[in-house]
């Protein structure tokens, strides 16, 4: 049986991983949080599995790599120079990096993209989340995984077009932009909004999250795809094969 690492291992996710791993046919290698020893977890594992902190990544990769252990990052949060060590990794063992392992959010990335290729730069595109009040980051990971699909689907890079931050004399609205919203409060899983706002009509492709659970059995799906898969960086769409 395939034995999973946890990092995080304390946390919501954490604790929601270990609990759906005997169900799901895989065994638990053990878990690590702040100031645990991330080269032991990597050796005894067969395949890593990150939410934790983006702090933590730099020394999990280097765990992982030493060990040449595959790993799934959902830690969310990243900056373009974790993004450039996750690239680095992925040279030398499996990495899957996403900021949603669920179902329902990999096949929504498409329809956005879809949506996005089908529609013209006047309708604009505005993505709005809400997240429970302890979350740290924002915009959320899938946000931004949205926000890239969408940018995917009109061939611009997001960077270029994302407009996170909007408060006093904003000026109007530029064309092709794209807006992100975040809302925190309660205990909300995780809920996802796209809205194509046109000339006279709007489209809204949306997520909820009901319950952590749906991200728990997304990321072990993913771990046990992951754990005989070559050096490379992996989404979540050849998982589940969408
Ligand atoms: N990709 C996806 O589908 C999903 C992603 N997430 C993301 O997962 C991450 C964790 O979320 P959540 O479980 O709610 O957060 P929590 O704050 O509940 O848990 C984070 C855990 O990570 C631990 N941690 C912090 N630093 C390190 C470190 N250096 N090494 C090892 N462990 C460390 C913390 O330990 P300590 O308390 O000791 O600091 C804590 O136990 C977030 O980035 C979140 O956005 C969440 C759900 C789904
Ligand atoms: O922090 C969370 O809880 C979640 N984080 C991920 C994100 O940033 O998108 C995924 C999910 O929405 C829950």
Do not use: C
Request: hydrophobic share 50%; aromatic share 2%.
């Amino acid at each position: 049986m395939t034995a999973i690492g946890i990092i995080g291992s304390a946390g919501r996710m954490g604790q929601a991983l270990a609990s759906v791993v005997a169900d799901m046919g895989a065994t638990l290698a053990g878990g690590i949080d702040a100031g645990g020893d991330p080269a032991a977890i990597a050796a005894a594992a067969d395949v890593l599995v990150d939410f934790s902190a983006p702090s933590a990544l730099e020394t999990t990769l280097a765990a992982a790599i030493a060990a040449h252990t595959p790993i799934l990052v959902g830690t969310t949060g990243l900056s373009p120079a974790h993004h450039a060590m996750i690239d680095a990794a992925a040279a030398k063992i499996a990495v899957l990096q996403t900021g949603n392992v669920s179902l329902g959010v990999t096949l929504l990335a498409r329809l956005v993209r879809e949506a996005a290729a089908s529609l013209g730069n006047d309708w604009d595109i505005e993505i709005v989340e809400m997240h429970h009040r302890h979350k740290v980051d924002a915009p959320s990971g899938t946000a931004l995984l949205l926000g890239e699909a969408a940018a995917a689907g009109r061939g611009v890079p997001l960077r270029e077009v994302k407009v996170e931050d909007r408060a006093g004399l904003t000026g109007a609205r530029s064309e092709g932009t794209i807006g992100f919203a975040s809302l925190r409060g309660g205990s909300v899983a995780g809920d996802h909004q796209v809205i194509f706002a046109g000339p006279g009509e709007r489209i809204e492709l949306g997520h909820r999250a009901e319950d952590r659970a749906i991200f728990a059995r997304g990321a072990i799906t993913a771990a046990l795809w992951l754990a005989d898969k070559p050096a490379g960086r992996y989404q979540m769409s050849e998982v589940l094969g969408l």
